[in-house]
């Protein structure tokens, strides 16, 4: 999925309550907004990009379907982040405490919260250094495990809570830890369709 800043600047600075409402505006458009409150604008990802996305979606419901721990959600859901940046990752999970804590009225909306896991899955056409600067934003706003994969190179970039940046070429698997307790995502079947 390749992305397009749009600086408005020179016209105006989007509140979170007029981004939400862009977004409403505009349900098929892929949108978020930066800390700076610049409009990003995604096209839609390939055939490829969807299909692993969709299969790493399905093995984390699966796991919290078995563990009852959290909540899944897709590239669909909308985090009013901390730091003011309203992001939709690829795939994200919170704890079940978290959506327990949410009113009814936070829950329909952009959550507000940042996710305690969350996966970036990049196109072909995205850039890994895009990419880890958003995991980076994920981290610096409570994020407690994060990861970026990106297929092309097979390579992952693991983000933990109040640790470096830990990056693995062509792993097998990916764990977990104790975010996700029990859970390992096989990478084999993504990178040997790549």
Same mark, same amino acid.
Not at 35 to 54: C, H, Q, R, Y
Not at 78 to 104: C, H, M, V, Y
Not at 128 to 136: E, F, I, N, R, S
């Given at each position: 999925?390749?992305?397009?800043?749009?600086?408005? *600047?020179?016209?105006?600075?989007?509140?979170?309550?007029?981004?939400?409402?862009?977004?409403?505006?505009?349900? *098929?458009?892929?949108? =978020?907004? /930066?800390?700076?409150?610049?409009?990003?604008?995604?096209?839609?990802?390939?055939? =490829?990009?969807?299909?692993?996305?969709? =299969?790493? /979606?399905?093995?984390?419901?699966?796991? /919290?379907?078995? #563990?009852?721990?959290?909540?899944?959600?897709? #590239?669909?859901?909308?985090?009013?982040?901390?730091?003011?940046?309203?992001?939709?990752? *690829? +795939?994200?999970? %919170?704890?079940?405490?978290?959506?327990?804590?949410?009113?009814?009225?936070?829950? $329909?909306?952009?959550?507000?919260?940042?996710?305690?896991?969350?996966?970036?899955?990049? #196109?072909?056409?995205? #850039?890994?250094?895009?990419?880890?600067?958003?995991?980076?934003?994920?981290?610096?706003?409570?994020?407690?495990?994060?990861?970026?994969?990106?297929?092309?190179?097979? $390579?992952?970039? %693991?983000?933990?809570?109040?640790?470096?940046?830990? %990056? +693995?070429?062509?792993?097998?698997?990916?764990?977990?830890?104790?975010?996700?307790?029990?859970?390992?995502?096989?990478?084999?079947?993504?990178? =040997?369709? /790549?």
């Amino acid at each position: 999925m390749s992305a397009t800043l749009l600086n408005l *600047d020179p016209v105006v600075t989007l509140t979170r309550q007029q981004f939400y409402d862009l977004c409403a505006a505009n349900p *098929d458009a892929k949108l =978020e907004r /930066n800390v700076n409150g610049a409009l990003i604008v995604m096209s839609p990802t390939g055939g =490829e990009t969807g299909s692993w996305n969709a =299969e790493i /979606n399905a093995d984390v419901c699966t796991w /919290n379907r078995r #563990s009852k721990k959290g909540k899944v959600f897709d #590239s669909s859901t909308g985090f009013a982040l901390p730091n003011e940046a309203d992001r939709s990752p *690829d +795939l994200a999970w %919170i704890t079940l405490e978290k959506w327990q804590a949410l009113s009814a009225e936070e829950r $329909r909306g952009f959550l507000p919260l940042c996710p305690d896991f969350v996966v970036e899955l990049l #196109s072909p056409s995205d #850039s890994w250094k895009q990419g880890l600067l958003k995991m980076a934003e994920y981290q610096e706003n409570g994020c407690r495990l994060g990861w970026l994969i990106d297929p092309q190179r097979k $390579r992952v970039a %693991i983000y933990r809570e109040n640790q470096p940046v830990e %990056i +693995l070429d062509n792993p097998a698997t990916l764990s977990g830890e104790n975010v996700l307790e029990g859970f390992i995502l096989n990478l084999t079947d993504l990178w =040997e369709n /790549n």
